[in-house]
């Protein structure tokens, strides 16, 4: 017999498991017929099915070829799935098995919904784009059948609860459910009733033998998460959260206690109304997946809630992704003694936490999402200007006026330019002052119109820095840093400003913070780790640190310099020479000129190094 697979990836399988090599038109064709009541359709139905954008005649004549070959490939088969008549194609059951039996199979109320919950995780279909009106409208049809067949399942199985593993089965396929459907509030409420603000432990079943859900009220008055819920009135499109499972660098007993408080964390989130919580079967294949921020933007995911396990304890972080802003961050203890009693506690205050903030930053988000037009052209310019390099700059300014355009006082795109002119001074090293006068002017257009963003502060700090006026750039990024004290770009240029302030020891302490916030570092963090360790003296440091870049393109001055203090010549000439190539006419003294620093001492240590790279 031959298994039909429908969910994750259509295919047909052998009996001993090979895959059978199937035209794809034929497995639609199986599995629209394996689902209809008769297993039998009209071969213009299933023409109009396959080939609606064509015109009925090649609908039917594609349909003869596909059946043709069909009939070809099941030649020397003893049973044949399929009976092809004149006017008909009728599917027999008794050559063909699918995972589609799970819905009609009977069975204990928890292992059957435990079943269809597997199942449905992996998506109906989900390795073809349909290619017609008539399939797309039938895919969607049959996803939400199964998403109905799934919650009666749930429904029928409550009274069978009978232990903590049976809850835990309930809560994941509510979950299920609510990121499908967040309106769906008879299983948000049962979700919240299951939790309760307890653990699990409390909620076995009752001496005579029925199932007791009601548990004890939770420490945290739940009320707090539901007026946070009801601070903003519901979006059209509720935004989505993933909370991503733990990682930890030492595979340990704390992982798993770990992973469970952060379902917990998940549970409890989903009493607020105006989030939409991403299933922790999906959070974990986001978790696994190399291209984190493609699925991310493919899920349409606004929050992610990263987190990690030390031998420091749990860190978690709250990252807004159009922004790529962290806008909250905490670490809280789990040693393994106090860990099995502490769960609940903690697993509470990172949910008020997260909630709070999320509540907090709405009213961005929906700023937003109000402009897709000029959003859009601004993740365009944001995501240009991850690399240094001119060509790169002067498409993102590009891009960012091209957001103005389409909203003339849209902030994000004014701190944008202003990016784009101080990197553009950066990069080119010749001292034009009118680019810096070309950024402050755009840094102040972002404070003016939204003064509460630590973005625009950020970057009238960084102007004032190469205008010369250290204690200016110094004050405004301080206040930009305690308007966003997560926000690790901002903690970044604060950083770089420290460096030319003279204060290199503050600078690498800050800047290894940016790092620890976003471990994935850009280059930039990288660069400014460099520079404060160079004026520590710690040459090798700042060595590591360029070599830890992708683009190691403006950092080859501080990396021939470095190299020059050891007395590693060779290392010296190489970055002295790629730095000529990308900057032919750079001028060690003209550069000095315009380079602040408070204090003279650094300016004579880094002409020190330069000249002895050979500059």
């Not at 590009?398 to 990197?423: M, V």
Request: net charge neutral; aromatic share 6%; proline share 5%.
């Amino acid at each position: 017999m031959l298994h039909l697979q429908t969910f994750g990836d259509l295919r047909l399988i052998e009996t001993n498991g090979d895959p059978v090599r199937y035209p794809i038109k034929g497995l639609l064709m199986m599995a629209h017929l394996y689902i209809g009541a008769s297993h039998e359709l009209s071969r213009y139905e299933l023409a109009q099915f396959l080939w609606s954008d064509v015109e009925p005649e090649q609908a039917r004549l594609n349909l003869r070829k596909l059946l043709s070959r069909i009939r070809e490939m099941d030649g020397a088969r003893a049973d044949i799935p399929f009976d092809f008549t004149a006017t008909s194609v009728r599917l027999n059951k008794q050559a063909v098995s699918s995972d589609l039996d799970i819905f009609r199979a009977d069975g204990p109320p928890l292992e059957r919904l435990n079943a269809i919950a597997e199942l449905t995780q992996r998506g109906f279909i989900g390795n073809i784009k349909p290619a017609t009106k008539p399939i797309d409208a039938w895919m969607r049809a049959q996803r939400d059948a199964q998403a109905l067949q799934l919650r009666q399942a749930l429904l029928d199985a409550l009274p069978a609860v009978q232990s903590p593993g049976d809850a835990r089965i309930i809560s994941t396929t509510a979950l299920q459910i609510l990121e499908r459907d967040p309106n769906d509030e008879q299983v948000r409420a049962l979700l919240h009733q299951l939790s309760g603000g307890s653990s699990f432990s409390e909620k076995l079943p009752n001496g005579d033998g029925r199932t007791r859900m009601e548990v004890k009220p939770s420490e945290v008055d739940g009320q707090a998460l539901a007026d946070i819920g009801r601070a903003s009135a519901m979006p059209l499109i509720l935004p989505r959260l993933v909370l991503l499972p733990p990682t930890s660098k030492h595979a340990d007993a704390g992982l798993a206690l770990a992973n469970a408080l952060i379902e917990d964390v998940t549970i409890e989130l989903c009493a607020l109304r105006n989030i939409s919580i991403v299933a922790p079967h999906t959070a974990g294949q986001i978790r696994r997946d190399s291209e984190k921020a493609a699925v991310v933007a493919r899920h349409s995911i606004s929050y992610l809630l990263d987190t990690r396990l030390s031998e420091e304890g749990l860190f978690a972080q709250l990252v807004y992704f159009p922004s790529d802003e962290i806008i909250w961050a905490n670490r809280f203890v789990m040693t393994p003694d106090i860990l099995p009693r502490q769960r609940r506690l903690i697993a509470q205050q990172l949910t008020l936490a997260v909630a709070s903030e999320l509540a907090e930053n709405e009213e961005e988000r929906l700023r937003f999402e109000a402009n897709p037009q000029a959003y859009h052209a601004y993740l365009v310019g944001s995501s240009l200007m991850s690399k240094l390099t001119l060509p790169h700059i002067r498409r993102a300014r590009k891009a960012f006026k091209q957001s103005l355009s389409h909203k003339a006082d849209f902030s994000p795109s004014f701190t944008g330019l202003a990016r784009t002119f101080t990197s553009e001074w950066l990069v080119t090293a010749q001292g034009d002052n009118e680019l810096l006068h070309l950024a402050e002017q755009n840094a102040l257009r972002a404070i003016e119109r939204d003064p509460s963003s630590a973005a625009g502060h950020r970057e009238l700090g960084v102007t004032k820095l190469y205008l010369g006026d250290v204690d200016a750039s110094v004050a405004a990024l301080h206040l930009a840093e305690e308007l966003s004290p997560h926000f690790a770009d901002v903690i970044y240029s604060h950083a770089d400003t420290l460096v030319h302030a003279s204060r290199p020891g503050d600078a690498l302490a800050k800047i290894t913070k940016a790092i620890a916030l976003n471990p994935i570092a850009p280059d930039a963090y990288l660069w400014c780790a460099a520079g404060a360790s160079f004026f520590l003296e710690q040459y090798e440091q700042a060595i590591a640190y360029v070599e830890a870049m992708k683009d190691k393109a403006p950092a080859h001055r501080i990396a021939a310099a470095s190299c020059a203090m050891i007395g590693d010549r060779k290392r010296a000439l190489f970055h002295r020479q790629r730095a000529e190539s990308i900057n032919p006419v750079f001028d060690v003294e003209k550069w000095l000129a315009i380079v602040p620093f408070k204090e003279h001492w650094q300016k004579e240590l880094y002409r020190e190094g330069l000249l002895r790279a050979g500059f």
